[in-house]
């Protein structure tokens, strides 16, 4: 209830441009920015012009692979919403390496950050560092897996076969514990993945742990090779190819937004605040308007019975499509309308607003009527860059109104 009030707040700070496209005014940019960002977790947006390369390079191994990842979790969502809609069953996800792409609600790939100087920096062939440390809230870690390109046209050795060892460096050069160790095929130009959800996990709780890992290539007799001898990029080749640790969490954000302009220790938010509240920002934002405003803020749309309406957030009117990757904005629609007795079928009315309608009719001016509000959303999938170039995907609840109801 409290983020719906948040929403009802900073609405007012738009102006309708089409049917269901808006537009935040210069006056009211930066109380939106601020609260957006307060549901994103975060307290500042990352730094601007920071990005500018990246952004350029499209082809950049961790955005390009993000990207995709993305667009495959935005496809399954649409399948498994038609599923829901046909009545038809939806599998639950196991947890496994296949299936925790649709378990986790943030992913986010780090950049390898090999040669930032720090202390025990490794400068040995095959070593690479991850930070992982972020702000965001992570409550479990699923998956973490390292992914290396192999380009078959740049082996240098003969052998078609061989092994790939990734090591959790203790002490550079001295000390070591193996993480995973495959044999692989290296007859065609792939990515592969090796999995260190074991150093990742320490090394997210104690980042004094974190010297890094080493990956090391040799052949079936045992004899090392180096990366290149093996055809193996590394952080120092080409942007497109770069390796990359990418991680997917399950989040322990309860993602409970309170609106600083909500009055203490109201549980329930009355409708005369809210339309009060909501007055006076229009007085504040459009002194000169009187009561002629267009699109959502004209009277007609108080004759209306309750409904979803057509509400379209572009980031690029926030000024954030300098780290925002996707989407580039969402239809997050709005309920609006009355709630007047009768109370028909089509506006949801649960048994509580109808009961609450009657008693409304006896006592007007004591018992307010129901209010026409969400009564289902859904998540928005989030794809951007951090302050430190990581590409992070998140998953935020309650951003798209579904349908609409009277409450």
């Not at 002490?171 to 592969?192: C, D, G």
């Not at 509240?277 to 308007?289: D, T, Y």
Request: net charge negative.
């Amino acid at each position: 209830m409290k983020r719906l009030v948040l929403l009802c707040i900073f609405i007012y700070g738009f102006i309708e441009l089409r049917e269901h496209e808006v537009m935040c005014l210069p006056s009211a940019r930066a109380n939106m920015q601020k609260n957006v960002l307060d549901i994103f977790g975060m307290e500042n947006r990352p730094p601007p012009n920071l990005f500018e390369p990246l952004l350029r390079d499209v082809s950049a191994s961790a955005k390009k692979y993000m990207i995709g990842l993305y667009e495959t979790v935005q496809e399954n969502d649409i399948v498994q919403e038609t599923k829901r809609k046909l009545n038809q069953t939806v599998t639950t996800p196991s947890k496994n390496t296949t299936d925790v792409l649709y378990d986790a609600d943030t992913f986010v790939s780090f950049v390898n950050n090999g040669l930032v100087p720090r202390p025990n920096a490794s400068d040995e062939d095959g070593a690479m560092f991850f930070d992982v440390q972020s702000n965001l809230v992570i409550e479990d870690t699923l998956a973490s897996d390292v992914r290396v390109y192999l380009n078959v046209t740049k082996k240098k050795i003969p052998d078609n076969v061989f092994k790939v060892t990734v090591y959790k460096i203790i002490i550079p050069k001295v000390k070591y514990m193996v993480l995973t160790s495959r044999i692989i095929n290296a007859t065609e130009s792939q990515w592969h993945e090796f999995d260190v959800i074991k150093a990742s996990t320490l090394w997210k709780d104690d980042p004094s742990q974190n010297n890094g890992i080493l990956v090391v290539c040799e052949t079936l007799n045992n004899q090392v090779k180096s990366f290149k001898e093996c055809g193996l990029i590394d952080f120092r080749s080409d942007d497109e190819n770069k390796p990359f640790l990418v991680s997917f969490y399950q989040s322990g954000d309860e993602d409970e937004i309170l609106a600083e302009q909500l009055p203490e220790d109201e549980e329930v938010v009355s409708k005369a605040y809210v339309k009060e509240r909501a007055r006076r920002s229009l007085g504040q934002l459009f002194p000169q308007a009187g009561s002629s405003l267009p699109g959502i803020f004209h009277s007609k749309r108080d004759n209306s019975t309750c409904g979803r309406h057509p509400l379209y957030i572009a980031f690029k009117d926030l000024g954030w499509s300098d780290w925002i990757i996707a989407p580039e904005g969402y239809k997050a629609a709005y309920c609006g309308g009355e709630c007047k007795f009768p109370l028909h079928e089509n506006m949801n009315a649960s048994n509580h607003a109808i009961i609450q309608t009657l008693v409304h009719m006896m006592l007007p001016d004591n018992i307010p009527g129901p209010c026409c509000a969400p009564i289902r959303l859904e998540p928005l999938k989030v794809l951007y860059l951090d302050e430190s170039n990581n590409v992070i995907m998140k998953t935020y609840a309650n951003m798209v109104v579904n349908d609409c109801g009277c409450q």
